[in-house]
């Protein structure tokens, strides 16, 4: 089973909706389009709610990681832990794969805990935003 990150970015619905609709830019949309097509399930990973499921409704709000945050880090891991422990059956757990379509602040915590665990692709890591969504581009089309 793959598993797949998105990151929060950019400008935002100015309502609360689905968190999938929630982000505009244009680089959350292709990382979604290319999340859909190429994972089993993913997950947003967000400044203010740590993982969030793509049903979830949330309302816009205005942070973003600045830099290492251990609480930040924490929320997550537990968060990723409940959503596996709720949602996968054994084999998928032993079988997990995980990939980050995120920029480096929203890896560089847990990359370590969860690479220990499961293999982590992490194909942007190291782009700038415009080689980012060029890389997107490139692999949805």
Avoid at 3 to 32: H, N, W
Avoid at 81 to 109: D, H
Wanted: with cysteine.
């Amino acid at each position: 089973m793959e598993l797949g990150f998105v990151a929060c970015c950019g400008p935002k619905q100015s309502q609360a909706t689905q968190a999938r609709e929630l982000y505009k830019s244009d680089l959350f949309k292709k990382s979604a389009d290319y999340a859909d097509l190429n994972f089993d399930a993913w997950l947003i990973l967000s400044a203010e709610h740590g993982l969030i499921n793509l049903q979830n409704e949330i309302l816009p709000y205005d942070k973003t990681l600045t830099g290492r945050d251990p609480e930040w880090s924490d929320m997550v891991l537990g968060q990723f832990l409940k959503f596996c422990a709720t949602e996968l059956s054994a084999e998928e757990w032993e079988e997990l794969e995980l990939t980050f379509l995120t920029g480096k602040k929203y890896q560089q915590e847990i990359l370590e805990v969860l690479n220990s665990k499961h293999p982590v692709n992490t194909p942007l890591m190291g782009k700038g935003i415009g080689e980012m969504k060029q890389w997107l581009k490139n692999q949805i089309n």
